[in-house]
């Protein structure tokens, strides 16, 4: 956690006539000719650099089983470095280096900010993908005494006064619920949100991460936090809830689901499903925040995918100053993933077209990108500027990328 900073904020007036003060007073010390009176610490810049210390260095100091499938993280900081600030729902960004190509992908903390500042840890929650190119690369990997390299923390899905209702209802679906862990352990540190609601969608008993404890913590806060499990594929002698987490199930277990705020983190079917089931319940946007997945598994099952072009490969030529290489591109690639095969790792962390991180210039060629994940400025696509880690090559390209190659 970020140190206290050595300036306050006062109020209004108070501040302001502090800077009329503070022009007399430099004034005087101009006149002094006396330079070692001169305070030349930039107190606002060092804020920034605890707050967002760029890449970081941590230690695993224990790897817990969930279930079968899923796996706690514990990290500590590294020496010489530390663990970031963070609101409870936010994620880091990754950094692997497999094969000798380097990768990132972006990992909700599991844990609370109370437990960073508290007890000096941050935890991940993965859930290991069949064939994951990453999750294989952790599980054979990641030990106690692996050093991890991260970057962070990014991502809105965290309680603001702001802009949400005291009530939040979180929809997870399989590893979704770590965002939400992280967010029920720190209410019991700050009481906000006033109450949270968890629905938690996972295939059978066997899937649902976390169960005993998220029990344990909705217990033991008097009400505010409510955690109900919602299973598609059920085993006998299940009396929950069963299905889907649809518009009937969200109105049967929130009776007041038009005044609150909807969290949603898990698998892409599930976004999808749930934007038909808020669309019939006439849910504004302003209340549905959601976590940025990462990227799309496979593309071409989507309808909105152009047709055509599944089996293409294109050329990409790759510049950065009076540097140039030219890459192989498949059509069913994002750009910031072609970028990584050939060796070339630029600056992402969402991968999913939100953070702005991997910002390049599109000199030449076509690509496409869904709309849901269209996070380029308006004035950005006035000049040319894309998203390389949600957008997909439809010709062959020249790029212009903010790393070096």
Not at 6 to 23: A, C, E, I, P, Q
Not at 26 to 35: H, T
Not at 87 to 98: N, R, W
Not at 248 to 275: C, E, R, T
Request: aromatic residues 12%.
């Amino acid at each position: 956690m970020a140190k206290k900073a050595k300036f306050s904020v006062n109020g209004y007036f108070k501040d302001l006539m502090g800077w009329f003060k503070l022009m007399k007073r430099r004034e005087e010390l101009i006149a002094s000719g006396d330079p070692s009176k001169i305070d030349t610490s930039d107190y606002p810049m060092e804020l920034s650099k605890q707050l967002h210390p760029g890449l970081m260095k941590a230690v695993i100091v224990e790897v817990k089983e969930e279930t079968p499938s899923t796996r706690t993280f514990t990290f500590k900081a590294a020496e010489g470095y530390r663990l970031p600030f963070f609101y409870a729902g936010q994620y880091i960004s990754v950094k692997f280096c497999i094969n000798g190509n380097w990768v990132t992908r972006p990992f909700s903390i599991s844990s609370a900010p109370m437990e960073a500042d508290r007890d000096g840890i941050l935890q991940i929650t993965l859930r290991k993908k069949p064939g994951g190119y990453v999750t294989d690369y952790v599980w054979n990997n990641w030990k106690a005494g692996t050093e991890v390299q991260f970057d962070g923390a990014f991502g809105d899905n965290y309680w603001s006064s702001i802009r949400d209702a005291e009530h939040v209802v979180a929809i997870a679906g399989g590893s979704g619920v770590t965002a939400y862990r992280s967010i029920a352990k720190d209410m019991a540190d700050t009481g906000r949100p006033k109450k949270l609601t968890i629905l938690y969608g996972s295939r059978n008993q066997d899937d649902i991460i976390f169960y005993e404890e998220l029990n344990q913590i909705a217990a033991a806060s008097e009400g505010a936090i409510e955690v109900f499990h919602i299973l598609s594929e059920p085993k006998e002698g299940w009396m929950g809830e069963t299905g889907f987490i649809s518009a009937d199930v969200i109105k049967k277990l929130v009776p007041n689901w038009d005044k609150v705020s909807y969290f949603i983190s898990g698998p892409q079917a599930m976004y999808h499903f749930l934007d038909k089931e808020f669309a019939a319940m006439n849910i504004r946007k302003k209340f549905i925040r959601k976590e940025e997945y990462g990227e799309i598994d496979d593309i071409t099952k989507y309808d909105i995918y152009p047709k055509g072009n599944e089996d293409k490969t294109f050329k990409i030529k790759v510049v950065f100053g009076k540097d140039e290489r030219i890459i192989d591109a498949k059509a069913t690639d994002t750009v910031v993933v072609s970028l990584e095969k050939a060796g070339i790792a630029p600056d992402s962390h969402c991968r999913s077209g939100a953070c702005g991180f991997c910002r390049s210039l599109l000199l030449e060629g076509e690509v496409w990108q869904r709309s849901q994940s269209d996070g380029v400025r308006a004035a950005d696509k006035d000049m040319g500027y894309f998203h390389p880690c949600s957008a997909y090559p439809m010709s062959d390209l020249t790029i212009e990328v903010c790393s070096r190659l």
